[in-house]
């Protein structure tokens, strides 16, 4: 069986300009939303077997992880515009296309144990990333709750994360065309504020020229490199504010002109946020974090600077409100506006996980690589509805572990990275070997870019493995949580191609029947 039909045949409308594309790419990567929820994961990172902070490399680490995202997109891109009839499929159809298109026979038995691999990575990484934001959700109403004396626990941030997921699946449920509007709605807002952020911050650096105060002594030091492990490190955990480029792909089924629209997509969707918003952002708040932002420890021992950043549950909104104060004491005010934003930027970054994942799911069950009822779409939204159900049960599931702590919280990023990994390190492979005996093969595009892509992504694979395997503390707990949902999912999905292999007499190096 072929890996998808035609988009045209999919059941789906093609009503996505390239506009459409783009910001449903866009509301994925949301910079609006992950400086705030994730500066605290990337504060709190530890060496291996230490407790120093790897954060002093942030900014770079961020660097090297965009690198490694431009390498990605580039490969997507080509994917994309020698393959528009991907349908929901993306990167799932890609692998196999990959070998298939091949003139000798031989290799088209490698096509359907391609796309499995590419579909257990796609599935890990855009399966959990869902629950991540979920968390972050939470974390952040919990913040705010507080900030108005209300106190709550653990428990109830769970019930949260567990509305919160039915609410995104319900709005995913609903259909394509709204998602579309919520997201370019909150790429201008999260946008706007984004900017108002990063001038509030500088100002707020350059006004106070006692460099002794803050953590970063110059501009200078915010942008280099002081370790490279640390550096690493980071970029394991940056990879989640970058993702989401890609995930327009997935939508060449609802575009009007996927052949010309969604590989321009993908790399627009990247330049607008990560090239510019991201670097912007992370320099912003790095270069204003100083003395002055103060906390207490998980020990309520007094904390300040990185310390501080590590230890709240919100240090944007801490520093926020530190520079909003200096401006006249407005800072509380400006807290509550820019968290309005985060929430609706972590909203639309959670739809467009769901919409990305759930589709990617529907090609593979249409393809019977998965159970036949997430491949229903539904009569009147033509959304595929039973896979938008089962993601809102997985995302709330894990949405509940990554408030337990911030380790648990890491420990799921990881994960969702670690699928990442293997998804863009499987795309940039299959970029090679379909390009390697086409007509238009180009060093540059098709050899170069993604080899450098793939031992990128290896790298921070192997750094993972190895903090999980030999490192100590925090951090190895961290990275063993990641290894092993990773490995959880690789049984569970191991078993079910061995079931469905006796059931339906297919090989997993054989030539899928009617495979063009």
């Known amino acids: 069986m072929a890996v998808e039909s035609p988009a045209n045949s999919t059941g789906m409308r093609p009503t996505l300009g390239l506009t459409g594309v783009t910001v449903n790419a866009m509301a994925l990567i949301a910079p609006g939303a992950f400086l705030w929820i994730t500066l605290q994961v990337q504060a709190a990172q530890t060496v ?47 692998a ?20 499995l691999a590419t579909g257990w990575a796609a599935h890990l990484f855009y399966w959990v990333y869902p629950g991540v934001m979920v968390a972050f959700m939470a974390i952040l109403i919990q913040y705010l709750l507080g900030q108005f004396g209300l106190n709550i626990g653990t428990v109830p941030e769970m019930v949260i994360a567990v509305l919160f997921a039915v609410l995104v699946g319900y709005i995913a449920y609903r259909g394509v065309s709204g998602s579309t509007m919520t997201s370019l709605i909150i790429n201008v807002i999260q946008l706007t504020a984004l900017v108002l952020f990063s001038v509030g911050a500088i100002w707020y650096r350059l006004a106070n020229p006692d ?27 940056a990879i989640l504010i970058l993702v989401g480029f890609e995930s327009c792909t997935a939508f060449a089924a609802e575009a009007k002109n996927p052949k010309r629209d969604v590989p321009r997509a993908v790399i627009i969707a990247l330049v ?76 639309g970054t959670t739809l467009s996980a769901m919409n990305t994942g759930v589709r990617i799911t529907f090609a593979m069950a249409q393809d019977a690589e998965m159970p036949e009822p997430l491949g229903l779409l539904h009569g009147g939204f033509l959304t595929p509805h039973m896979a938008v159900v089962a993601m809102v049960v997985v995302s709330a599931v894990i949405g509940v572990i990554g408030v337990i702590s911030v380790v648990t919280l890491t420990g799921i990023t ?33 050899l170069l870019i993604p080899g450098l892509g793939l031992l990128a992504n290896v790298l921070l694979l192997v750094v993972i493995l190895g903090v999980g395997f030999i490192g100590g503390g925090d951090s190895q707990t961290e990275s063993l949580m990641a290894i092993g949902i990773a490995a959880l999912w690789l049984i569970a999905s191991v078993a079910y191609i061995v079931v469905n292999n006796r059931r339906t007499g297919r090989s997993l190096v054989a030539a899928p029947k009617g495979a063009s």
């Open 48 to 94: 291996p077997g230490g407790t120093a902070s790897t954060a002093l490399d942030m900014w770079p680490g961020i660097v090297f992880a965009l690198v490694l995202a431009f390498f990605t997109a580039l490969s997507y891109s080509e994917l994309a515009r020698v393959y528009p009839e991907a349908g929901t499929a993306s990167a799932y159809y890609f």
């Open 414 to 446: 990881l994960a969702s990275n670690f699928g990442t990994f293997v998804l863009y390190g499987l795309t940039c492979l299959w970029t090679i070997i379909a390009f390697a005996s086409r007509p238009d093969f180009n060093f540059v595009k098709h």
């Open 272 to 347: 607008i946020q990560g090239l510019f918003a991201y670097l912007i952002e992370y320099f912003a708040a790095n270069y204003s974090i100083g003395q002055s932002l103060a906390g207490t420890d998980a020990n309520n021992n007094p904390v300040t600077g990185l310390d501080a950043v590590a230890a709240s549950g919100a240090p944007m909104g801490d520093l926020i409100q530190v520079i909003g104060n200096s401006l006249g004491g407005i800072g509380f005010g400006l807290m509550v506006i820019t968290a309005i934003t985060v929430a609706l930027a972590i909203l």
């Open 96 to 115: 196999e296309k990959a070998f298939m298109d091949k003139e000798e026979s031989r290799h088209h038995r490698w096509g359907r144990l391609a796309k």
């Open 211 to 237: 460099h002794t105060e803050f953590v970063w002594p110059s501009a200078s030091a915010v942008l280099f490199p002081k370790d490279l492990l640390n550096t690493l490190m980071q970029a394991t955990i």
